[in-house]
C-alpha cells in the first residue's frame, strides 16, 4: 500500500514561513490535499489538488507537489497556526484503492 | 450551511458492534459521498472507507474489510458506519467527512465533529 511520511514536528516563529512536508513514491503523480486538526477538534480541509484553497482559508497556506514530496507552506505564521497538519492522498493503484493519510506533523509556534 | 451531525459517545464491550450515525444538512445529501475517517488517541487519521449515498455501494480499506458496514437512509439523510467484533484498539474518535462530489470524491471537505468510541471490559 501506499505510504506517505511527513516529519513528526516543526518550529517556527511567529511571522516566519513554516514549510511541513510529506514524502512519498512518485507524489508528484497524485493530487495532494491538507488538513489542520487543533486540539480536541476535527480536521479541516486547508489546501486540495495540491495547491488550492477552500473558500475562507487564508492565502498564507499554499501547496506544491512535485516528484517525491509535497510541500504546505504557510506565510507570515500566526499563534493561531499551532495544529497538527495531515497529508492525504488518493491510492488508486492498490487492489484496494482508497484515502491514504500521512502520520501528521505537528506545527509549534514558538 | 453544510452540516454533518454525529450520534454520542458510545461505550462497548469487546466482542460487541457498535453503530454511528452522521446526519447530513444543507446540501444535496444523494450528490456527495461521505468517507470515514477515525483517530486513536493520540495517534493519526486513518481512513476506513467511502459510501455513495445515492446507489449505497461502498468501498472499504482492506484492515476493515469483513468488519465494517456502511449503510445510508435517505429518507432522513443519514448515513451510518457499524463496526463488528471491536477490541480495544478499536477506540477511537470516528469521523464522518463529505467528498467533494460523486465524479471526484478523493478528499474530505467538510467533517462531523466525531464520535467517541470505548471499548473496555
Known amino acids: 500500500s501506499y505510504v506517505l511520511t511527513q516529519p513528526p514536528s516543526v518550529s517556527v516563529a511567529p511571522g516566519q514561513t513554516a514549510r511541513i512536508t510529506c514524502g512519498g513514491n512518485n507524489i508528484g503523480s497524485k493530487s495532494v490535499h491538507w488538513y489542520q486538526q487543533k486540539p480536541g477538534q476535527a480536521p479541516v480541509l486547508v489546501v486540495y489538488d495540491d495547491s488550492d484553497r477552500p473558500s475562507g482559508i487564508p492565502e498564507r497556506f499554499s501547496g506544491s507537489n512535485s516528484g517525491n514530496t509535497a510541500t504546505l507552506t504557510i506565510s507570515r505564521v500566526e499563534a493561531g497556526d499551532e495544529a497538527d497538519y495531515y497529508c492525504q492522498v488518493w491510492d488508486s493503484s492498490s487492489d484496494h484503492p482508497g484515502g491514504v493519510f500521512g502520520g501528521g506533523t505537528k506545527l509549534t509556534v514558538l | 450551511q453544510v452540516q454533518l451531525v454525529q450520534s454520542g459517545a458510545e461505550v462497548k464491550k469487546p466482542g460487541a458492534s457498535v453503530k454511528v450515525s452522521c446526519k447530513a444538512s444543507g446540501y444535496t445529501f444523494t450528490s456527495y459521498y461521505m468517507h470515514w475517517v477515525r483517530q486513536a488517541p493520540g495517534q493519526g487519521l486513518e481512513w476506513m472507507g467511502i459510501i455513495n449515498p445515492s446507489g449505497g455501494s461502498t468501498s472499504y480499506a482492506q484492515k476493515f474489510q469483513g468488519r465494517v458496514t456502511m449503510t445510508r437512509d435517505t429518507s432522513t439523510s443519514t448515513v451510518y458506519m457499524e463496526l463488528s467484533s471491536l477490541r480495544s484498539e478499536d477506540t477511537a474518535v470516528y469521523y464522518c467527512?463529505?467528498?467533494?462530489?460523486?465524479?471526484?470524491?478523493?478528499?474530505?471537505?467538510?467533517w462531523g465533529k466525531g464520535t467517541t468510541v470505548t471499548v473496555s471490559s
Open positions: 467527512a463529505r467528498a467533494p462530489g460523486t465524479s471526484y470524491y478523493y478528499y474530505m471537505d467538510v
